[in-house]
């Protein structure tokens, strides 16, 4: 074999055991449970395209991602904003069910057909300017989605960047190891929490909490900051200087959002 082909062979069985385990004859162990893919989209609405939009979320893309166990997360800003956002959360199972269901979007007939008024939309009467998007791949702590209680109202975003690589990652094993089980102690209710893999902010991580209102959430968090388990942890060498940058949106569920 020569060996121009041999390195276009290796990079490509590289690619497929990256993106496809299975395929690529890498298992993993069988009690290591599925780690899910978010992608965290941010739409610039445009006029009138909400209802359009979520329409086209709730009627096509969301039957899709749950005949394959996903859900799609939909939220307004809590704060009136220009021009208007709208935040989506689609959940995918796995890597492998994220390129899988990304070409039955593009590809399948069916797909395609009920998607068709969303599709030929004319360009002069666009949803949106454009979307954002960061990719997600799921903490060892939270591998699946958690689903927030039927008395949700308020719903916290937070970005963490870190100044690089190995603060993300030392932050990533601060959570799994020992931040998540105090959030779920004093009342910060999780939703997500994810390494991005792609998007703005790298390196960062992007979780989510949910709350019923503001009340609830200023008393989460004030049991949060003086806890001694907190205190104890953050002092921590191993954990000094992870995070640089934090960004933080209020978000609100939208009617029919599956989170």
């Not at 009138?48 to 005949?67: C, F, I, T």
């Not at 020992?178 to 991005?196: A, C, R, W, Y």
Request: hydrophobic share 40%; with cysteine.
């Amino acid at each position: 074999m020569k060996r121009r082909t041999f390195i276009r062979q290796s990079a490509a069985t590289a690619g497929m055991a990256a993106a496809f385990p299975a395929a690529a004859g890498i298992t993993a162990p069988a009690d290591q449970p599925k780690k899910a893919i978010y992608e965290l989209r941010k739409y610039h609405l445009k006029g009138g395209g909400k209802s359009q939009l979520k329409k086209y979320l709730l009627d096509v893309v969301a039957p899709m991602l749950n005949e394959q166990g996903g859900k799609v997360g939909i939220f307004g800003e809590y704060s009136l904003q220009e021009p208007p956002m709208l935040y989506v959360l689609l959940c995918f199972p796995d890597m492998e069910q994220y390129f899988t269901l990304k070409n039955k979007m593009d590809h399948d007939p069916d797909i395609q057909a009920k998607a068709k008024a969303y599709n030929e939309l004319p360009s002069d009467r666009p949803l949106f300017d454009r979307y954002e998007t960061l990719l997600l791949e799921a903490l060892d702590a939270i591998p699946q989605v958690r689903q927030p209680d039927a008395s949700r109202g308020l719903f916290e975003l937070r970005i963490y960047e870190s100044y690089n690589e190995d603060a993300s990652r030392r932050k990533v094993l601060m959570f799994n190891k020992e931040e998540l089980p105090l959030f779920d102690k004093v009342g910060l209710n999780s939703v997500f929490f994810g390494k991005n893999l792609a998007g703005r902010h790298l390196p960062a991580l992007t979780y989510m909490l949910w709350f019923r209102d503001m009340n609830h959430r200023d008393e989460a968090w004030g049991k949060f900051s003086p806890h001694p388990e907190w205190i104890g942890m953050r002092d921590k060498p191993e954990y000094a200087n992870t995070v640089s940058t934090i960004h933080r949106v209020f978000l609100i569920p939208e009617e029919g959002s599956q989170l």
